[in-house]
């Protein structure tokens, strides 16, 4: 007796594979505009960190740290990344200068009175 070779035979639903697609086209489009983004930021000046990244381009932390080629694109941009760093804004330097003189001021403060 001769056996049959069975073929497989594709069983998902159409409306499966069209939604398969276009999270792929989703997500390729939100790589796009997260470069465009990154660029802007480069331009602009403005340290590239994955929270500011992520609100400027509207998409997840999680996004950015899963994606090899954004993160390789941050990379690879003109500035330092500062991927998993915490960078300081003005204000925040401001207020820490601003306490330091504040120790300083007190310091001498003891002396003149000693």
Known sequence: MEKRKRRKLDMT???HKILGESSTQRSQKLIAHTKSVIDDMVEKGIP???????LNAGCSKSFI?????????????KQEPTIGKRT??????????????????M????????
């Open 107 to 114: 310091i001498l403060r003891m002396k003149n009175v000693g």
């Open 13 to 15: 639903p159409p409306q």
């Open 65 to 77: 740290y899963k994606n090899q080629e954004i993160r390789d694109y941050i990379n690879n941009s």
């Open 88 to 105: 300081y804004t003005d204000l925040e330097e401001a207020n820490k200068r601003i306490k330091e003189l504040e120790i300083e001021n």
């Open 48 to 54: 590239l960190t994955v929270e500011r990244v992520s």
